[in-house]
């Protein structure tokens, strides 16, 4: 990975793009030092420590900890990431959509970027009205509750907002590529220094406890190796084109094969599943008088009903987006129409049974190890009471996030300067 980026760096074309996609990350992290005004800074810090466990800490974490500090940035790209995904699903239940998507062309793109952009819109009005609905109920406004005061909160983070899908679409455009992951990297290793520092305080402070943060530490680069594992790994079906003969030439005949990821979904499917599995505790969270109740223990993220939740939640989204993103009957008719087969399976039904029958195991076995990653850190805090709360923000979802981030830039890096080494070659 450094020897990537080095050798990226001393090229002058892909060297501007590096120090515009740091711009851009500058302008980010000013943001986040902006308050919205209106709001108690202070109380909506000590109200944050109380309600970490519930699908508002997951905010929190996503934005770099700006959804705790009520910045300008906020929201963070979340709502774009949500418009995204829901355009996506739709794209798949609506003809029109489809259409745009698969017959459209580059106009299709266009359009379906452009419906992606007005819903990022709508789902940042809603957060951000829901957001002062949050702080108006637990009294976390500084000067009463009228409608300028309102309105003025929620038009800023729909701006802040906005401006992060701007940021990204120009990091993507003019920058090194993947702009909205990115940004959503750099949120999550902002909070690392916090993170360092109250795990050496709490080491100095209670000197028993220094094995603790160590096998948290162990087990952070044996996950970290896990993930890199997983995230590369692939099952290969061998694919065979039989030879044509079109006039005097002679096609097809060769030997390849059909990729097919073992954790095709990525991350979606544990955001999803700690979105949904954290409902309970974060509608008590808008409640005042249940923030300290039975029903906040017995729901947080270190109780048992929650893990049992949360682990089959990812397993069954884990199902649900490797079969709305891979189709074995059009893959299976593909082949056909080109003169490629599997070998031992004849084309058609036989082929997508094949597949469907390859792709449920590994998928099965891709649930399996997202929930493994993601409730392992779970478990550790449950246990150790003291590595709970040391505030140890390196959990399941931000470190997939962060590693498969990493791999996606640098192997844009590397395409990047394959493709000016072709072009050389050609001219």
């Known amino acids: 990975m450094l020897q990537t980026i080095r050798n990226a760096w001393k090229i002058e074309e892909i060297r501007k793009k590096v120090l515009f996609t740091l711009f851009i990350i500058l302008l980010y992290r000013l943001g986040n030092a902006v308050p919205v005004p209106y709001i108690n800074k202070a109380a909506l810090e000590s109200y944050f420590l109380t309600v970490s466990n519930t699908v508002l800490g997951l905010y929190n974490m996503m934005s770099g900890s700006a959804f705790s500090q009520a910045t300008i940035f906020a929201l963070s790209i979340q709502p774009y990431i949500n418009a995204s995904i829901i355009i996506q699903l739709l794209t798949i239940a609506i003809p029109a959509l489809e259409r745009l998507s698969k017959e459209g062309g580059e106009e299709g793109k266009r359009k379906l ?19 002062y609905v949050l702080c108006n109920s637990n009294n976390l406004l500084q000067t009463g509750t009228g409608f300028w005061q309102a309105l003025v909160i929620v038009l800023t983070f729909v701006a802040g907002s906005s401006i992060l899908m701007w940021m990204g679409e120009q990091i993507t455009e003019f920058g090194i590529g993947n702009g909205i992951s990115i940004i959503l990297f750099v949120s ?25 943060y160590l096998l948290c530490l162990v087990g952070a680069v044996a996950m970290i190796g896990l993930v890199v594992f997983v995230t590369n790994a692939e099952r290969r079906i061998p694919v065979q084109y039989s030879k044509r003969v079109v006039g005097r030439k002679v096609y097809g005949g060769q030997s390849t094969h059909l990729p097919l990821k073992v954790n095709m979904s990525g991350v979606l499917p544990i955001i999803f599943a700690q979105s949904i599995a954290s409902l309970p505790a974060t509608v008590a969270a808008f409640v005042p008088g249940w923030q300290d109740s039975w ?114 830039t640098v192997q844009g890096l590397e395409a990047q300067m394959i493709m000016r080494n072709y072009k050389g070659f050609l001219e």
């Open 113 to 131: 970027e452009r419906i992606t952009r007005y819903t990022t819109i709508v789902l940042a009005l809603l957060q951000g009205y829901a957001y």
């Open 188 to 212: 999550i290793v902002s909070r690392l220094p916090n993170t360092v520092i109250s795990m050496v305080s709490s080491v100095i402070a209670t000197p028993s406890t220094w094995w603790i």
């Open 295 to 408: 029903f906040m223990k017995h729901f947080g993220t270190n109780s048992i009903p929650y893990m049992i939740v949360y682990f089959l939640l990812i397993i069954f989204f884990a199902y649900f987006y490797s079969t709305v993103q891979f189709n074995p009957v059009e893959v299976s008719n593909n082949l056909k129409k080109n003169g490629g087969y599997i070998p031992g399976f004849r084309p058609g039904k036989p082929t997508s049974d094949f597949i469907s029958k390859v792709l449920n195991k590994i998928t099965l076995f891709g649930a399996i190890y997202l929930g493994i990653v993601a409730i392992v850190p779970l478990i550790v805090g449950a246990v150790s009471e003291t590595a709970a709360s040391s505030g140890i923000a390196i959990g399941g979802t931000s470190l997939m996030i962060l590693v498969s981030v990493a791999l996606e």
